[in-house]
């Protein structure tokens, strides 16, 4: 059974920055393919944020997310970050981490990731 808990998330305000940690278990996390974070703003549709392939690193962003958000990971606390810099009121919203099944090979970010966290609230005021 695959659990993602997500922790960081805060009160701060504009300008601010916040690292948002997503923890998987059981391990290692390179047994998902692919990780990544999604926001939901109250009455919005889900965004999508960013994501990283476990094994090589590699991240991919989506354009709003490019400047300001950082995805990282660490294979040995089996743990995927997201550093959010220079943040915004419009950044206020429930952030989930987002992880792809064993079996799944791809890392896009408009597709289903299958494994979601219950989320942790930003919010920027």
């Known amino acids: 059974h695959v659990q993602l808990v997500e922790s960081g998330g805060d009160s701060v305000q504009p300008g601010g920055s916040l690292r948002l940690l997503c923890k998987a278990s059981?391990?290692?996390?390179?047994?998902?393919?692919?990780m990544g974070w999604f926001r939901r703003a109250p009455g919005e549709e889900p965004e999508a944020i960013a994501a990283?392939?476990?094994?090589?690193?590699?991240?991919f962003y989506t354009d709003f997310a490019r400047e300001r958000f950082t995805i990282s990971r660490d294979i040995v606390a089996n743990t995927v970050a997201l550093q959010m810099n220079s943040l915004k009121p419009e950044d206020t919203a429930t952030y989930y981490c987002?992880?792809?099944?064993?079996?799944?090979?791809?890392?896009?970010?408009?597709?289903?990731?299958?494994?979601w966290g219950q989320g942790t609230q930003v919010t920027v005021s």
């Open positions: 059981p391990g290692p996390i390179d047994r998902h393919h692919c």
């Open positions: 987002a992880a792809t099944p064993s079996w799944v090979f791809y890392c896009d970010l408009s597709r289903d990731f299958g494994y």
């Open positions: 990283i392939r476990t094994g090589d690193g590699r991240t």
